[in-house]
């Protein structure tokens, strides 16, 4: 069944559309644009190098990487990876862990069946293996289509599919491939709004609700 925001597909479009062409920062696009084939880079030479496929290489990684920080996600996943009995587990979650190591262990190529509803990390898993026609979806990249940085959207199925339709079509309207123009946002999106700036928001945002 189509989310509300399936309604709202081409405002979102427009609003990603927007938010790209008005991009004045280089470093948004110079990080942004070779993020994905950097990362794809890493799947490639760890699959060379544990002789695994690919896509299991980037779905033990995509596994790890909710809630966790991307160098810390790369640290963990090359031990899983390396077949590390006790790897570490410092910035991650126990329970992706766990997962990660399953997909590891049964050298799966999709992050389907490990997690329950996981748009996000089946997204990432093939983009990080290299398909760049899909889009991950995250809190920023939600904040960024809606722009409201205080967005906060359950992503279940059906609305992950929302956003991530608006994502593809505002690539194909300035012509880029999905995945790299969802990196250049995310980026302009955390520069634009950065932790210490989006806690003021929230402060502001509780604030004016009076004390409990």
């Given at each position: 069944?189509?989310s509300?925001?399936?309604?709202?597909?081409?405002?979102?479009?427009?609003?990603?559309?927007?938010?790209?062409?008005?991009?004045?920062?280089?470093?948004?696009?110079?990080a942004?644009?070779?993020?994905?084939p950097?990362?794809?880079?890493?799947?490639?030479?760890?699959?060379?190098?544990?002789?695994?496929?690919?896509?299991?290489?980037?779905?033990?990684?995509?596994?790890?990487?909710?809630?966790?920080?991307?160098?810390?996600?790369?640290?963990?996943?090359?031990?899983i990876?390396?077949?590390?009995?006790?790897?570490?587990?410092?910035?991650?979650?126990h329970?992706?862990?766990a997962?990660?190591?399953?997909?590891?262990?049964?050298?799966?190529?999709t992050?389907f069946?490990?997690?329950?509803?996981?748009?996000?990390?089946?997204?990432?898993?093939?983009?990080?293996?290299?398909?760049?026609?899909?889009?991950?979806v995250?809190?920023?990249?939600?904040?960024?289509?809606?722009?409201?940085?205080?967005?906060?959207?359950?992503?279940?199925?059906?609305?992950?599919?929302?956003?991530?339709?608006?994502?593809?079509?505002?690539?194909?309207?300035?012509?880029?491939?999905?995945?790299?123009?969802?990196?250049?946002?995310?980026?302009?999106w955390?520069?634009?709004?950065p932790?210490?700036?989006?806690?003021s928001?929230?402060?502001?945002?509780?604030?004016?609700?009076?004390e409990?």
């Open positions: 069944m189509p509300k925001y399936h309604a709202r597909i081409g405002e979102l479009t427009g609003n990603l559309v927007h938010l790209y062409k008005t991009v004045t920062d280089d470093s948004d696009v110079s942004g644009m070779p993020w994905y950097k990362a794809h880079g890493i799947m490639t030479e760890w699959a060379d190098n544990y002789g695994l496929p690919i896509a299991t290489a980037a779905c033990v990684t995509a596994a790890i990487s909710p809630q966790c920080d991307w160098n810390r996600n790369l640290i963990i996943a090359d031990e990876l390396a077949g590390a009995v006790a790897p570490s587990i410092g910035g991650a979650l329970t992706n862990i997962k990660a190591r399953s997909i590891y262990r049964d050298r799966a190529t992050t069946g490990y997690f329950k509803s996981g748009p996000k990390v089946a997204s990432f898993a093939a983009n990080l293996a290299g398909d760049y026609s899909l889009v991950t995250d809190t920023h990249a939600v904040q960024a289509a809606l722009c409201d940085v205080e967005a906060t959207v359950g992503l279940k199925w059906t609305q992950y599919e929302a956003f991530a339709s608006a994502y593809i079509h505002a690539a194909k309207r300035v012509r880029l491939e999905p995945a790299m123009f969802q990196a250049v946002i995310w980026h302009t955390k520069r634009i709004y932790p210490a700036k989006k806690r928001y929230r402060t502001q945002w509780t604030g004016d609700l009076g409990c």
